[in-house]
């Protein structure tokens, strides 16, 4: 470095504050950015005045330790950006014609940018985001592991791990560069065939292939059917209690709420047309209802779907995990009953096979087909073409009926384990149902106990239970509980169970 190179860092220094910029050699950014960083906060927070002349690269780079091909790094980004200004024969300097508004960053001493970006305004978020946060979560998870008592999970480990590794492997050694393309938004033609034909012995769904959109999770399936048949501000009936996550997908649309009891033959539909008669769509589970499990009357069927025809209503029929009935066939859909075409069927392989699938589908009245297409075109694309393959072959082979078989004996047999394990360990505490459908039971709890925080204890012991309050949008009748057993091995139901007594107790 020449002398008069030094002597000008030192008049620089003279005018301006010493250049404090804190590296970290173990941070994942690199060091060239933590000098343009470093400077930008000292313009903007005006430690560095316009005008004021900047010590060379080569004084930086010693004086901070680092090499002089990072500080030019940093250097030739803050000149792109307009912060500094090069003068040929004279060095660098701070932009004299910063806008105004750029110069009024400042934060307290030691507080990063990350901390104060944004601070002194409102951060713009949409109201309806204000509205989703005011929705409970159902549940905690804890991990990806089996735990008691956990929701919304099939017997996992009970899922044939052979037969789908054989079925994946097939399907891979065969694989060719046409399936490393992008895939059809609906989804693979051979799978939705699969499924139009499953569900039409299974669960009595009237459809053509055509009619059947492949999604990721019955979430997507409601969000993908609120974007296409709902405005802002429409009614839209739900049921009380009912399913916090659909509730969700309608707020995100903007859709006004209408709460419409529930009682043991499902959704309270005359209630639902004295509230609102006009409403624009009904959201319901009719052969499981979520959480009471009460399976929605053929005379309350009808009925709903003589109202969603009369008001030109639709009907979004969620059927998440009718699949697994103890008691006699499964139940037919509200969907094969509907001959206005006003129900929209939700199905998901998610909750019947294992929830990492991310395979679910939404059957679609051919009314409403080109709309949906052109909204799934826009948004997700397609659901993985491999894995849309494989369970196309598990389905056509036969695997997927004989594993729903076989899983409504390992459920119903883990369902009678809570059960007795409730009333060996959690006598007086608990009183629970007895669910004919579906992969978790309601447990009542005694007077004086509240649910939710029932939930919190539960969790610090490590078990997962829901407060029935959360599905509740107004007050909720009677504290309880939503555990899930068709995931939980019978030994964990029973530990969990002592468990879950034990906290229940330190509440009591």
């Not at 950015?33 to 004084?59: C, D, F, K």
């Amino acid at each position: 470095m020449s002398k008069v190179q030094h002597r000008q860092d030192r008049e620089s220094l003279g005018v301006m504050p010493v250049l404090l910029i804190p590296l970290d050699a173990r941070s994942v950014e690199p060091l060239h950015h933590q000098v343009y960083r470093g400077l930008r906060e000292a313009i903007l927070s005006g430690r560095l005045h316009a005008g004021v002349r900047i010590p060379s690269t080569r004084w930086l780079a010693e004086q901070l330790g680092v090499s002089r091909s990072t500080i030019l790094v940093a250097f030739d980004q803050l000149v792109a950006e307009g912060y500094i200004v090069g003068v040929v024969g004279s060095g660098s300097y701070v932009a004299r014609q910063l806008p105004d508004h750029l110069l009024q960053v400042t934060r307290p001493p030691g507080q990063s940018s990350q901390a104060t970006e944004g601070a002194g305004r409102a951060t713009p978020i949409a109201q309806r985001v204000t509205a989703l946060r005011q929705i409970p979560r159902i549940t905690r998870r804890f991990s990806t592991e089996p735990h008691p008592f956990q929701l919304g999970v099939p017997p996992v480990d009970q899922f044939p791990m052979a037969v789908w590794s054989r079925l994946g492997t097939n399907r891979y050694r065969d694989l060719d560069a046409s399936r490393l393309y992008h895939g059809t938004p609906a989804g693979s033609p051979a799978l939705r065939e699969a499924i139009a034909a499953h569900h039409a012995g299974a669960r009595g769904v009237r459809c053509t292939p055509d009619q059947v959109i492949v999604l990721s999770s019955a979430q997507e399936a409601m969000d993908l059917a609120c974007r296409v048949v709902l405005n802002p501000g429409d009614p839209v009936w739900f049921e009380e209690p009912g399913y916090a996550a659909a509730r969700g997908a309608l707020v995100a649309a903007g859709a006004r709420i209408v709460p419409v009891p529930v009682d043991a033959e499902g959704l309270v539909v005359e209630r639902g047309v004295d509230l609102e008669p006009r409403a624009s769509l009904v959201y319901v589970t009719p052969s499981h209802q979520c959480p009471t499990g009460a399976t929605l009357s053929l005379e309350r069927r009808l009925a709903l779907l003589h109202w969603a025809a009369r008001a030109d209503a639709w009907i979004l029929e969620d059927d998440y995990d009718s699949e697994y009935r103890y008691t006699g066939r499964p139940l037919a859909a509200l969907q094969g009953l509907d001959v206005a075409s006003r129900v929209l069927y939700i199905g998901t392989f998610n909750k019947t096979l294992f929830p990492s699938l991310r395979l679910a589908y939404l059957v679609v009245p051919t009314s409403l087909l080109e709309a949906v297409r052109a909204v799934r075109s826009l948004g997700g694309q397609h659901a993985p073409i491999i894995d849309q393959a494989i369970l196309t072959d598990f389905l056509t082979e036969g695997h997927y009926a004989r594993y729903l078989r076989r899983m409504r004996i390992v459920c119903r047999d883990r369902r009678d384990a809570l059960i007795a394990a409730a009333q060996r360990d959690a006598s007086g505490l608990l009183e629970m149902t007895r669910p004919e459908t579906g992969l978790y039971a309601i447990a009542w709890l005694a007077a004086g106990l509240d649910d939710r925080r029932a939930s919190a204890a539960a969790a610090q012991r490590g078990i997962e239970v829901a407060p029935l309050s959360n599905y509740y949008a107004g007050p909720c009748p009677r504290g309880g509980l939503v555990l899930g057993y068709g995931g939980v091995p019978p030994d964990l139901i029973a530990t969990g169970m002592r468990q879950l007594a034990a906290a229940l107790r330190s509440i009591g």
